[in-house]
């Protein structure tokens, strides 16, 4: 390695690395604060959360600060006349640009990586510390504010005196349009089971009332509560977004069988009402159920083809910024990196991500192919390969 190259390297490894580290910690910093309003969360919950929300901060840190890095050095470089001293030793821009595109090469393998960990391992981590600390969580919020809901869940309480809820009315509802169960009792208590995946609560002197049905119980009564209705967050992953890199082709198998199940099953109903003579049951209307919960499968299908192109482009944004940014960097000869950052920044937010998100939008409807996502990275290549080509003739 010339020592050109040892010295842009040794200046983008140092920027880079400082502007990441800052740009992590307040990414970070930031998550932590969404997840403990959200979830009601203590500060031991939070210092649990560190390590899983750390990969999330840092698959949106890394590709800015690749460019930021790029934008920063070259801009200087090329301010404090550098790029002119060298063509005029003879030295082509490109062999301080070809060590950048390396860096930023491998950076953007790190950071499929990084998404790959940050949508399965860490959103899987910060599920399990919420879920493994709904004890605390749901006991804090009722202090706080009296009452803590989910979508299946209503607890509304008039006061907490250390473990004991005083006059507590619990509502829970069992799946789509089931009947709400409301318990108003004297004073009830929580203990979760995280093992059994479930919440325990036990009442006392109160009255459940289901529906039309009302029953008193003067002693105790225990429940349990699973914890998927019980958690903000769930016990289980169902986005395609949270499956992991390896699992994508047993994910893609087992939701082609559902959607052929589907099928046969509308089909079968047609099939039987033709036998019954029963046309009126034919008609799409009929059908709209089957239909609907076939058209949800598809949707699902197509997510997930559409998610590892997603990662992969997404990733392999860090290279196709650097090649934007290193060659515009020059030509601008801007020694304020901040300036230079955001001038190289501006046209990548205004043509890359709209292009980008409009990829994803459209594979997920099915109406093209999942490839489109690299759309967006390509237009930036193609845009970089034009500015390194007036930077070397320059």
Same mark, same amino acid.
């Given at each position: 390695?010339?020592?050109?190259?040892?010295?842009?390297?040794?200046?983008?490894?140092?920027?880079?690395?400082?502007?990441?580290?800052?740009?992590?910690?307040?990414?970070?910093?930031?998550?932590?604060?969404?997840?403990?309003?959200?979830?009601?969360?203590?500060?031991?919950?939070?210092?649990?959360?560190?390590?899983?929300?750390?990969?999330?901060?840092?698959?949106?840190?890394?590709?800015?600060?690749?460019?930021?890095?790029?934008?920063?050095?070259?801009?200087?470089?090329?301010?404090?006349?550098?790029?002119?001293?060298?063509?005029?030793?003879?030295?082509?821009?490109?062999?301080?640009?070809?060590?950048?595109?390396?860096?930023?090469?491998?950076?953007?393998?790190?950071?499929?990586?990084?998404?790959?960990?940050?949508?399965?391992?860490?959103?899987?981590?910060?599920?399990?510390?919420?879920?493994?600390?709904?004890?605390?969580?749901?006991?804090?919020?009722?202090?706080?504010?009296?009452?803590?809901?989910?979508?299946?869940?209503?607890?509304?309480?008039?006061?907490?005196?250390?473990?004991?809820?005083?006059?507590?009315?619990?509502?829970?509802?069992?799946?789509? &349009?089931?009947?709400? !169960? *409301? /318990?108003? %009792? $004297?004073? #009830?208590?929580? =203990? @979760?089971?995280? +093992?059994?995946?479930?919440?325990?609560?036990?009442?006392?002197?109160?009255?459940?009332?289901?529906?039309?049905?009302?029953?008193?119980?003067?002693?105790?009564?225990?429940?349990?509560?699973?914890?998927?209705?019980?958690?903000?967050?769930?016990?289980?992953?169902?986005?395609?977004?949270?499956?992991?890199?390896?699992?994508?082709?047993?994910?893609?198998?087992?939701?082609?069988?559902?959607?052929?199940?589907?099928?046969?099953?509308?089909?079968?109903?047609?099939?039987?009402?033709?036998?019954? &003579?029963?046309?009126? !049951? *034919? /008609?799409? %209307? $009929?059908? #709209?159920?089957? =239909? @609907?919960?076939? +058209?949800?499968?598809?949707?699902?299908?197509?997510?997930?083809?559409?998610?590892?192109?997603?990662?992969?482009?997404?990733?392999?944004?860090?290279?196709?910024?650097?090649?934007?940014?290193?060659?515009?960097?020059?030509?601008?000869?801007?020694?304020?990196?901040?300036?230079?950052?955001?001038?190289?920044?501006?046209?990548?937010?205004?043509?890359?991500?709209?292009?980008?998100?409009?990829?994803?939008?459209?594979?997920?409807?099915?109406?093209?192919?999942?490839?489109?996502?690299?759309?967006?990275?390509?237009?930036?290549?193609?845009?970089?390969?034009?500015?390194?080509?007036?930077?070397?003739?320059?």
């Amino acid at each position: 390695m010339t020592l050109i190259s040892r010295y842009v390297l040794r200046e983008l490894l140092l920027v880079f690395s400082v502007a990441l580290g800052a740009l992590t910690l307040f990414m970070l910093v930031v998550g932590l604060v969404r997840e403990a309003q959200q979830q009601g969360l203590g500060l031991v919950q939070i210092l649990m959360l560190v390590p899983y929300v750390l990969p999330e901060a840092m698959r949106f840190a890394v590709p800015g600060t690749m460019l930021f890095a790029a934008a920063s050095v070259f801009g200087r470089m090329s301010a404090s006349n550098e790029i002119t001293a060298l063509r005029a030793a003879g030295i082509t821009p490109l062999a301080v640009i070809w060590p950048a595109a390396g860096l930023a090469l491998v950076v953007s393998f790190v950071s499929v990586w990084l998404n790959d960990v940050a949508v399965s391992w860490g959103r899987d981590g910060v599920r399990r510390v919420v879920v493994e600390s709904v004890e605390q969580i749901i006991y804090g919020r009722l202090r706080q504010a009296r009452s803590y809901s989910t979508a299946h869940l209503a607890i509304n309480v008039k006061a907490v005196d250390g473990r004991r809820l005083i006059r507590p009315t619990l509502s829970l509802t069992q799946g789509p &349009g089931g009947t709400p !169960a *409301t /318990v108003s %009792a $004297a004073e #009830a208590e929580l =203990q @979760a089971n995280p +093992a059994a995946g479930t919440l325990i609560v036990t009442f006392r002197d109160g009255t459940l009332h289901m529906g039309d049905v009302s029953a008193s119980f003067p002693d105790t009564i225990v429940r349990e509560l699973p914890l998927a209705a019980v958690s903000r967050k769930g016990t289980v992953a169902t986005s395609p977004s949270e499956i992991p890199m390896a699992g994508f082709a047993r994910a893609r198998a087992e939701q082609v069988d559902r959607i052929e199940q589907l099928d046969q099953t509308a089909a079968g109903k047609r099939a039987m009402a033709m036998l019954a &003579g029963a046309m009126e !049951a *034919t /008609v799409p %209307a $009929a059908v #709209a159920p089957e =239909q @609907a919960a076939l +058209a949800e499968a598809r949707g699902r299908y197509n997510r997930i083809v559409l998610e590892p192109w997603r990662r992969w482009a997404n990733g392999f944004s860090c290279l196709c910024f650097v090649l934007v940014g290193a060659p515009m960097a020059i030509r601008m000869r801007n020694a304020d990196f901040l300036t230079s950052f955001f001038l190289c920044f501006l046209p990548i937010l205004v043509v890359y991500y709209p292009v980008f998100m409009l990829g994803v939008n459209q594979a997920k409807r099915g109406a093209v192919p999942p490839v489109a996502v690299w759309f967006g990275n390509l237009l930036i290549v193609a845009w970089g390969w034009w500015l390194l080509r007036r930077v070397v003739k320059a």
